[in-house]
């Protein structure tokens, strides 16, 4: 019985995880194509479906705790998924304000052309799917290359940013469009960020190890 729901607790995480990464995507190519109908599904459609997932999920582990009282590997990843829920949920409320953005800029001139958001929106979103996958897996060795990658986008985010800058200094008048193309590059870095968190919390389950600060510390009761 415990084990039958506990299956069921990371079908359920795995598939708001595969959802908020259908946002990621769709808000990035509601942008580069111009899909206002793509960008209102994720804030009108799924954004809510999120919610719910996240309300749903998190009970769901509450009540495995309160009726099985778990014990070492089965108790670690039970309280991970309840911190994935959460990095899940906030994920898709990145999604929305890329979405947000996106809105306003397909109705204006193109500050530039968009060669560095896009790749960093790939990159990001790999880093995603990887950390889902890394739990599906129980793969420690992949979980690390997602921590590995964060360095990554920041360096696109410095860069974005460094680009407009230069055309907000030579022409006021893309500010504000500059200014949502900012906000869509620190979303996907905070996206990358909380994909990190979720490779780290595979790391937990899986090896009982703590990354925290580039350090390992051993978990008490390790199993």
Same mark, same amino acid.
């Given at each position: 019985?415990? *084990?039958?729901?506990?299956?069921?607790? $990371?079908?359920?995480?795995?598939?708001? &995880?595969?959802?908020?990464?259908?946002?990621? +995507?769709?808000?990035? =190519?509601?942008?580069?194509? $111009?899909?206002?109908?793509?960008?209102?599904?994720?804030?009108?459609?799924?954004?809510?479906?999120?919610?719910?997932?996240?309300?749903?999920?998190?009970?769901?582990?509450?009540?495995?705790?309160? =009726?099985?009282?778990?014990?070492?590997?089965?108790?670690?990843?039970?309280?991970?998924?309840? !911190?994935?829920? /959460?990095?899940?949920?906030?994920? %898709?409320?990145?999604?929305?304000?890329?979405?947000?953005?996106?809105?306003?800029?397909?109705? =204006?001139?193109?500050?530039?052309?968009? @060669?560095?958001?896009?790749?960093?929106?790939?990159?990001?979103?790999?880093?995603?799917?990887? %950390?889902?996958?890394?739990? @599906? $897996?129980?793969?420690? !060795?992949?979980?690390?290359?997602?921590?590995?990658?964060?360095?990554?986008?920041?360096? #696109?985010?410095?860069? @974005?940013?460094?680009?407009?800058?230069? #055309?907000?200094?030579?022409?006021?008048?893309?500010? +504000?469009?500059?200014?949502?193309? +900012?906000? @869509?590059? =620190? /979303?996907?870095?905070?996206?990358?960020?909380?994909?990190?968190?979720? %490779?780290?919390?595979?790391? *937990?389950?899986?090896?009982?190890?703590?990354?925290?600060?580039?350090? *390992? !510390?051993?978990?008490? &009761?390790?199993?």
């Amino acid at each position: 019985m415990f *084990y039958e729901k506990l299956n069921r607790l $990371k079908e359920k995480i795995i598939e708001e &995880g595969n959802l908020v990464e259908s946002m990621i +995507e769709k808000s990035i =190519r509601g942008l580069l194509n $111009k899909d206002k109908t793509l960008l209102l599904e994720v804030l009108q459609i799924d954004e809510p479906r999120v919610n719910e997932m996240e309300i749903e999920i998190d009970e769901m582990c509450i009540n495995l705790i309160a =009726r099985f009282q778990p014990e070492a590997r089965d108790l670690r990843t039970i309280l991970m998924i309840l !911190k994935m829920n /959460n990095d899940l949920e906030r994920i %898709g409320d990145m999604a929305v304000n890329i979405s947000e953005s996106a809105l306003f800029l397909i109705e =204006r001139p193109q500050v530039k052309p968009l @060669i560095d958001l896009p790749r960093m929106a790939e990159e990001t979103i790999q880093m995603l799917k990887d %950390g889902i996958d890394s739990f @599906i $897996k129980s793969d420690a !060795k992949l979980a690390k290359s997602v921590c590995e990658r964060d360095d990554m986008i920041d360096a #696109y985010r410095d860069q @974005i940013l460094r680009e407009l800058i230069t #055309y907000m200094t030579s022409d006021p008048t893309t500010i +504000e469009r500059s200014i949502h193309i +900012e906000r @869509i590059s =620190r /979303n996907l870095e905070r996206i990358a960020d909380l994909a990190t968190n979720i %490779g780290e919390d595979v790391i *937990y389950i899986v090896e009982g190890k703590i990354i925290k600060h580039g350090r *390992y !510390k051993e978990s008490a &009761g390790s199993a």
